[in-house]
């Protein structure tokens, strides 16, 4: 089972700043890396796929790159709404599909 | 308007049963493999199955393998968990997902989920 370890746990910033996310694969993904955004009591939100690829109607204030083990998801310049948990996803090697333990991206 | 609504959870005893039933509307559902996605309350997200297109092949976790059973009725645009032998790790909000046209097991479209509770 491929273990994907996000870091850090959570991350207080304020709206305006950059905000950058970690996600280490415990073996290679190659580019089959999604990132999803959660908001309290909602369902998660699909942002990035294949590591780099946006989502439909995502904005572009988010980016994912890296492939093989290291993946980064960055928010350029953060809006009020997006303050939430961040997941990272991988699909290359399952069952299982598995997801990362989250980072909270809270305002400081 | 696209969506998924599941029903189903409730609140049962260790070693209970429960069918889960996901509805969709707005999008071909006979077109996408689906997934049950699971989050105990305050944790993390948790993939528990998944089930192809013609609901052919369908794929588990280990914990829920055996006890769990994933199945579509394309004819009735719904997804389905059997769950048996519940325990109380199996406590959680149980999200449908749909997977992306080009990628099964990516997830662009997801349900508001069904809270599944586990107790004595």
């Known amino acids: 089972e491929i273990v994907l370890t996000q870091s850090p746990a959570t991350l207080s910033l304020s709206p305006g700043e950059r905000a950058t996310l970690s996600c280490r694969a415990s073996?290679?993904?190659?580019?089959?890396l999604a990132w999803y955004q959660q908001k309290p009591g909602q369902a998660p939100r699909l942002l990035i796929y294949?590591?780099?690829s946006r989502a439909t109607g995502i904005p572009a204030r988010f980016s994912g790159s890296g492939s093989g083990t290291d993946f980064t998801l960055t928010i350029s310049s953060l809006e009020p709404e997006d303050f939430a948990v961040y997941y990272c996803?991988?699909?290359?090697?399952?069952?299982?599909?598995?997801f990362g333990g989250g980072t909270k991206v809270e305002i400081k | 308007e696209v969506r998924l609504v599941e029903s189903g959870g409730g609140v049962l005893q260790p070693g209970g049963s429960l069918r889960l039933s996901c509805a969709a509307s707005?999008?071909?559902?006979?077109?996408?493999?689906l997934s049950w996605v699971r989050q105990a309350p305050g944790k993390g997200l948790e993939w528990v199955s998944g089930?192809?297109?013609?609901?052919?092949?369908?794929y588990y976790i280990d914990s829920v393998r055996r006890r769990f059973t994933i199945s579509r009725d394309n004819s009735k645009n719904t997804l389905y968990l059997q769950v048996n032998s519940l325990r109380v790790d199996d406590t959680a909000i149980y999200y449908c997902?749909?997977?992306?046209?080009?990628?099964?097991?990516?997830?662009?479209?997801w349900g508001r989920g069904t809270l599944v509770t586990v107790s004595s």
């Open positions: 294949d590591a780099s």
């Open positions: 089930i192809s297109i013609s609901g052919n092949s369908t």
């Open positions: 996803q991988q699909r290359y090697d399952w069952p299982p599909l598995t």
């Open positions: 997902a749909k997977g992306r046209p080009e990628d099964d097991f990516y997830f662009d479209l």
């Open positions: 073996q290679s993904v190659s580019s089959f």
């Open positions: 707005g999008f071909t559902f006979s077109n996408f493999a």
